[in-house]
């Protein structure tokens, strides 16, 4: 009897590839991706970094056709309103951190006078008063250059009187919490900062805009800081106590106090909400990007204070 021969060779597996795909499949999966995914895309295919004349009829990569079309199809109006143009991909991923939750990215100060409340969340802070400390800066990891934005920041674990706590809008500066600074204040209005303008003006790019570098509002009596790191106002130093503005109030720093802030930069505004409560436009002249930023200042008096930050949907006009 002749035994049936078996062929023991596997077939052949045929890989689908994605440039077989018609535009609606390109898109959905380049929609799981995301910008860095796209990217990447990008570098190690040709087909998908090669220029091509797009669909409105403009000579660019299917990498940058495909995360435009993943933003128009996926972004609100309110997403959009707050995306710069430019490159398609960096646009993608300013959406996706615009949807991902607002930390602090960069701590300045002694560590056993600013922390991370829990290290695996650094949405909130704990500022603790430690000796020879002046003050802490804390700095969000968002870049703000278009539209309006909000931001709550919640106090609780107050300890201590007088507790003084500035909230504001501060240029998009980097690694300064690698440069082993034991106080900074970005206002720099203090004698002993003003060595620290220079370095700061380095990081500087042309998306910062005009000359208002730093702008906060003071919890204590309700006045709005502003600075200017090119050295204009390097003299009015220690002796200047703050621009009062029309709503003013202060907000004493106790436990559950919210400040929320709305920076405006259709109008270059930022305004100030004291426990959900509008107080006003505190400062015009806004331009260019920013970050949000806390500074704590530490005293006899107080004790700690940990901060939460949040972003919120800006509402009305």
């Not at 009829?57 to 143009?85: F, H, N, P, R």
């Not at 405006?264 to 990007?289: H, P, Q």
């Amino acid at each position: 009897m002749e035994i049936p021969q078996f062929d023991r060779k596997r077939a052949k597996t045929e890989h689908l590839a994605l440039t077989t795909l018609g535009n609606d499949a390109q898109v959905h999966i380049a929609s799981f991706l995301g910008a860095k995914g796209i990217a990447c895309l990008g570098q190690t295919c040709g087909h998908f970094g090669m220029g091509h004349v797009s669909t409105d009829g403009q000579m660019m990569s299917l990498v940058e056709e495909l995360a435009g079309q993943v933003v128009d199809g996926s972004a609100s109006d309110y997403e959009k309103s707050v995306l710069v143009g430019g490159r398609k991909v960096k646009k993608l991923r300013q959406l996706e951190l615009m949807r991902s939750p607002l930390y602090f990215e960069q701590l300045i100060g002694r560590a056993d006078g600013i922390r991370y409340t829990h290290p695996e969340d650094k949405s909130k802070i704990t500022l603790q008063s430690a000796q020879n400390l002046d003050y802490a800066t804390a700095i969000s990891n968002h870049e703000m250059r278009a539209g309006r934005h909000h931001v709550t920041f919640h106090m609780t674990e107050v300890e201590g009187r007088f507790n003084d706590i500035e909230c504001g809008v501060v240029r998009p500066i980097k690694d300064w919490d690698n440069k082993g600074l034991q106080d900074f204040d970005p206002m720099c209005f203090s004698m002993n900062q003003h060595k620290y303008r220079k370095l700061l003006l380095a990081d500087k790019t042309n998306e910062w805009g005009d000359d208002l570098h730093c702008c906060s509002y003071y919890s204590l009596e309700g006045k709005c800081y502003f600075a200017n790191w090119n050295d204009e106002d390097k003299d009015e130093g220690d002796e200047w106590e703050g621009d009062e503005w029309e709503g003013m109030e202060p907000a004493r720093l106790v436990d559950n106090l919210s400040v929320g802030l709305l920076l405006d930069l259709d109008a270059g505004t930022l305004s100030v909400f004291k426990d959900g409560m509008n107080l006003g436009v505190m400062k015009e002249g806004l331009t260019g990007s920013y970050c949000w930023y806390v500074l704590y200042y530490f005293s006899v008096y107080s004790r700690k204070c940990s901060v939460n930050i949040k972003r919120g949907m800006p509402t009305g006009r």
